[in-house]
């Protein structure tokens, strides 16, 4: 019987089964396409105690944050001003200056850091995987290729290395042992520090059928209730929240000692409110994600197999981990989507995992002319649309599968 893993409360029975999938970034080579691959079920469990949903324990951070990981961050601008605007609050609100030290979890290629190094504030990241590491050290970031827990937070501070700011931009969603991860930044904050953690919003996975956001690398989908509640046990208060747009709708959290001289925000108390005005506190409105994904499912599986009567082209933008997840649970091919085109060069000349679709990078599409471009990554949708404006010269619709499948009118082709 599987625990949950927050309070360790005994789990009920799934609330979303997506079936088997691979984990979601691990990009196949051509050479491993006569290979075979591992599939770990998919199936989300939520905790009746605390609520914490959570997939069902089947695979090791280790398998799926590989040191060839194809995720950089950097490859998004709207990701890029997102994080240089964060950047700039946090300096002003927290007062951050040449002697205050900042470290992230999670650091990625180094897209947050170095607007504080470029304000002369010291900073650190921590990072496991070597690809993403290696492109933030080239850039001058100090990075410390590990994965973060208690003894590595316990390690740190004994010598000296606490923080003023502890980020964790979509890595609390990420961590298996998730009491032991809050522990270990109790443990390294600073007496008066402070802790900024961005998470999509379960709120928004339910209320917009975000289902495809499930993947392995995913542990955790998080309500502020349950981050609270997570935080209380490390001895830490969440004291404020910002409501984000990212990734479909987001929570920024900001927290500090349970002790610390910060008044808590109204803001969290009407978030606890509406939350539960929600369901999120009861049962039957975690059943309805089962029907709202098969929805969708029937919705893709339709249009693809029409276009290909109709002898119609139709590939897709962005080889995101959630367009993975929704073509795995459909059980598509490249007979019915022949590519995907995405712009991270660490993903261009591979194949998707488990559908093995190729990837390819987005000059192509003017070869191959498609005449429907399913929008994978829906949460920058804008700047997708934008990118293949200034690509194509003929008519071409995108299509987006969440929160409801849809297929847009055709771009004004105007080159």
Not at 326 to 338: E, F, Q, R
Request: hydrophobic share 40%; glycine share 6%.
């Amino acid at each position: 019987m599987m625990r949950c893993r927050h309070c360790h409360a005994a789990l009920g029975a799934p609330c979303l089964d997506l079936g088997t999938a691979p984990p979601s970034n691990n990009f196949l080579l051509l050479e491993q396409l006569s290979q075979p691959e591992v599939f770990y079920p998919l199936k989300l469990r939520v905790c009746e105690n605390c609520w914490l949903l959570q997939t069902e324990d089947f695979s090791r951070s280790s398998e799926l944050f590989t040191d060839d990981y194809v995720y950089f961050s950097s490859v998004s601008s709207s990701w890029l001003d997102h994080a240089k605007t964060y950047s700039k609050i946090a300096i002003d609100r927290l007062d951050l200056h040449a002697s205050s030290h900042v470290i992230e979890i999670a650091s990625n290629d180094g897209y947050l850091l170095k607007n504080f190094m470029a304000a002369g504030i010291p900073c650190l990241g921590i990072e496991p995987t070597a690809s993403t590491a290696q492109a933030a050290t080239e850039i001058g970031i100090p990075v410390l290729r590990e994965f973060f827990n208690l003894n590595l937070g316990m390690s740190l501070a004994s010598t000296g290395k606490h923080a003023d700011l502890i980020i964790g931009n979509n890595v609390f969603a990420h961590v298996p042992d998730i009491n032991d991860f809050t522990a270990g930044m109790a443990c390294l904050l600073k007496e008066s520090g402070s802790i900024t953690l961005e998470f999509p919003h379960l709120l928004n996975l339910i209320g917009y059928n975000q289902f495809d956001t499930v993947y392995h690398e995913h542990y955790s989908y998080l309500s502020l209730g349950t981050v609270k509640r997570i935080f209380e046990k490390a001895g830490l208060r969440v004291y404020d929240i910002d409501v984000i747009p990212t990734h479909g709708g987001s929570l920024r959290v900001w927290g500090c000692h349970a002790a610390a001289a910060i008044a808590t925000n109204e803001s969290v108390h009407k978030m606890l409110d509406t939350e539960s005005r929600a369901g999120l506190g009861t049962r039957a409105t975690y059943n309805n994600l089962q029907d709202h994904a098969a929805a969708i499912k029937l919705a893709m599986l339709d249009f693809l197999l029409t276009q290909k009567r109709l002898g119609k082209k139709v590939a897709a933008y962005g080889a995101a981990a959630k367009g993975n997840t929704l073509l795995n649970y459909c059980g598509i091919k490249p007979d019915l989507l022949k590519v995907v085109f995405d712009a991270a060069q660490s993903k261009q000349g591979k194949f998707l995992p488990g559908s093995r679709i190729p990837v390819l990078a987005p000059a192509a599409m003017t070869s191959i002319r498609p005449d429907f471009l399913i929008v994978f990554p829906w949460n920058i949708y804008a700047e997708v649309k934008t990118q293949v404006e200034k690509t194509v010269d003929w008519p071409i619709c995108l299509v987006r599968a969440i929160p409801d499948f849809s297929i847009d009118a055709p771009l004004n082709v105007s080159n």
